[in-house]
């Protein structure tokens, strides 16, 4: 199954890169990925999980903290210089902390 992203999210994947990787395929497959939102960097994607409803948590780990993005929160990806954009920064709309327990 396709991950859902955010019906505005672009890739920048030109046609030729589409028929050998999808955008999704490389989606989740994109560890050590920056993440970057209106505000700045925010760290690497460190671990992925697919979940039932179609959509994918990207767990970033940022400089004093490590926090879950879920795929509908991206509005850019480029695989080719390995980033993702969300739409806000943490702990604003639907990203949320991840305890040490939940890593």
Do not use: K
């Amino acid at each position: 199954m396709a991950p859902v992203v955010a019906d505005s999210c672009r890739s920048t994947c030109d046609a030729e890169s589409r028929a050998i990787w999808s955008t999704e395929y490389l989606l989740l497959h994109c560890e050590g990925f920056v993440v970057d939102c209106a505000d700045g960097h925010l760290g690497l994607v460190a671990d992925l999980e697919e979940l039932d409803d179609g959509t994918v948590d990207l767990v970033v780990t940022g400089s004093d903290e490590t926090f879950r993005v879920n795929s509908r929160e991206i509005t850019d990806f480029d695989p080719y210089a390995e980033r993702v954009v969300i739409v806000a920064a943490p702990c604003s709309g639907s990203q949320r902390r991840v305890r040490d327990d939940e890593r």
